[in-house]
């Protein structure tokens, strides 16, 4: 089983950057990808940005691309979500979660981190 943890989240302003780390416990030897998801007030949870830590191939939102970042470590314990040029859209409770190599979903979504940007 594994364990996750969303932190880094609190409220900036417009412009502003953050720094979301994900951590992972448990059977980390099988973690293939993790992404980072968003979730509004009334809207559906949308997906941001996802890594693998084979290749380290990135993949990104439309709406994030060029101001978010996504990076993992080599130990497959963290995940980190680097999100510059904050914009009040960018308001959202962020939650991760991570895939095994098969695309199968290895943990269920945690309590996320909430990001506020105000104008």
């Known amino acids: 089983q594994v364990l996750l943890a969303e932190s880094g989240g609190g409220l900036v302003q417009a412009g502003g950057s953050l720094r979301l780390s994900c951590a992972a416990s448990g059977r980390a030897f099988s973690l293939y990808r993790v992404g980072w998801y968003r979730q509004a007030p009334g809207k559906e949870r949308q997906f941001v940005a996802s890594?693998?830590?084979?290749?380290?191939?990135?993949n990104y939102a439309d709406s994030v691309k060029g101001r978010f970042t996504i990076s993992r470590d080599d130990a497959k314990t963290t995940a980190w979500l680097q999100m510059n040029s904050l914009k009040p859209e960018d308001s959202a409770i962020y939650y991760c979660r991570f895939y095994n190599m098969y695309g199968g979903i290895l943990t269920s979504w945690g309590q996320g981190t909430q990001v506020t940007v105000s104008s």
């Open positions: 890594i693998t830590w084979s290749d380290n191939n990135t």
